[in-house]
């Protein structure tokens, strides 16, 4: 069992940066940041696996950035020009192996925190 906590979501202005946080239990190969909208389905932001390859979803990649500690428990993810749309719940997730498919995919993660807040205002 891998717990998941995350931090850092709260409200910015459209143009402004957040950085969230997500610290897990253990270590894990492969973590990743995925986010729910109201009435929307839950979907892929970015994510890494144990080799250090990441994963962007257009409409984040060269917004956002994601990347981990050295120890490789804590899971970042730097937000900038953040967008109205990018409001949502964010979401960390975890999972014991990954390939390049499966790390866009919420099926893909076994492990979710409860999530954080983000709201960016125009």
């Known amino acids: 069992e891998v717990q998941l906590v995350e931090s850092g979501g709260g409200s910015v202005q459209a143009g402004g940066s957040l950085r969230l946080s997500c610290t897990a239990s253990r270590y894990i190969d492969c973590m990743g940041w995925f986010r729910q909208a109201p009435g929307k389905e839950r979907e892929g932001v970015a994510a890494i696996d144990r080799h250090g390859r990441t994963t962007y979803s257009d409409s984040v990649k060269g917004r956002f950035t994601i990347s981990q500690d050295n120890g490789k428990k804590t899971l970042y993810l730097q937000m900038s020009s953040l967008k109205p749309e990018d409001s949502a719940m964010y979401y960390c997730?975890?999972?014991?192996?990954?390939?390049?498919?499966?790390?866009?995919?919420?099926?893909?993660?076994?492990?979710w925190g409860q999530g954080t807040q983000v709201t960016v205002s125009s």
């Open positions: 997730a975890a999972n014991y192996a990954c390939t390049i498919a499966t790390m866009s995919r919420p099926e893909g993660f076994t492990y």
